[in-house]
């Protein structure tokens, strides 16, 4: 069974891979049926939604497939996101309502475990963010809140009026996308790997104990593609096979591994639909790279070290 962690400040308990639901449209009835099936049996009980996915069809669809009810409900950690429309960011208080009565509906379920805001809104009003998520919690309707691709003064901004802690931030992380980490590695250098273009969001979520979530954990550049098996990343896919050799597992369970090897304690977001890569996933929290096989990947990724 995969391994667990705790969520934040809160006190669940998770799996410490999250099952990304947005393509699960990309399945029939029966695949999803049997891909839900198979992510619970490995014990991978926490599923990513957002309100955007699909238009909304991916929440119906993995609800369809879990068959969702009370003792099904019981067993499952259920996260989802709002605040994107349509040419625009929303965090008003509205919309951040309208967003999960639409949520719960699809997904039908009383109460979500934790909700996102999704994308950051520059017109946000802290207080109206406030006064939503305290109507929510007090409704019973989210248990628990966070926030996708947000900076340490957005999150800070937000807590100026939310008195709930935030649990979890969504943040694109991978070993070619790694500038969280390279930009703390390379302080005060004139290369391109200093520049911190996020705000030293990394340290600042561990200060803060708040669980980054990386999404698109195997992918390149902005949904470019993956990196493992590609021609374009030679050096990567022969240091990461020869680690996969040593350790008799996938190249996908070393790439989850390196993210799970940093002590921030991460819970990367999966995106595949297909069984037995998942549970490739699941296999990287039985792994603990050693420090200097994280850094030989990180470096065959590119990355450099002053």
């Not at 003792?71 to 967003?99: A, P, T, W, Y």
């Not at 390149?220 to 030679?234: Q, T």
Request: glycine fraction near 6%.
């Amino acid at each position: 069974m995969i391994k667990t962690m705790k969520l934040g400040t809160s006190p669940l308990e998770v799996p410490v891979i999250a099952v990304g639901c947005m393509r699960i449209n990309s399945l029939d009835k029966l695949e999803a049926e049997r891909f839900v099936q198979g992510a619970m049996d490995i014990g991978a009980n926490f599923f990513d939604h957002a309100d955007i996915y699909g238009g909304g069809t991916c929440e119906e669809i993995f609800a369809d497939a879990i068959h969702m009810n009370a003792n099904v409900r019981e067993k499952i950690i259920l996260q989802s996101k709002c605040g994107i429309r349509k040419g625009m960011f929303d965090f008003s208080k509205e919309h951040i309502m309208e967003s999960v009565d639409n949520i719960l509906k699809r997904l039908k379920t009383e109460y979500l475990d934790i909700l996102l805001l999704h994308r950051p809104d520059a017109l946000v009003e802290p207080e109206e963010v406030a006064e939503a998520f305290d109507r929510l919690e007090s409704s019973g309707k989210v248990r628990h809140f966070g926030v996708s691709n947000q900076t340490p003064l957005q999150i800070q901004l937000l807590k100026k009026s939310v008195k709930q802690p935030l649990v979890a931030n969504q943040l694109q992380l991978s070993i070619t996308n790694a500038t969280m980490i390279s930009n703390g590695i390379n302080v005060n250098m004139l290369n391109d790997s200093a520049v911190d273009r996020d705000g030293g969001i990394l340290d600042f979520c561990r200060l803060n104990d708040i669980t980054i979530q990386p999404w698109s954990p195997f992918q390149y550049g902005f949904f470019e593609g993956v990196f493992l098996d590609n021609e374009k990343f030679p050096e990567l896919n022969l240091k990461i096979d020869e680690i996969a050799a040593k350790y008799e597992v996938s190249n996908t369970t070393i790439a989850i591994a390196w993210i799970l090897r940093h002590p921030a304690r991460m819970q990367p977001v999966t995106g595949t639909m297909n069984i037995n890569r998942l549970i490739d996933c699941a296999k990287a929290g039985d792994i603990q790279l050693t420090r200097q096989e994280w850094y030989e990947i990180y470096r065959a990724a590119g990355n450099v070290l002053p």
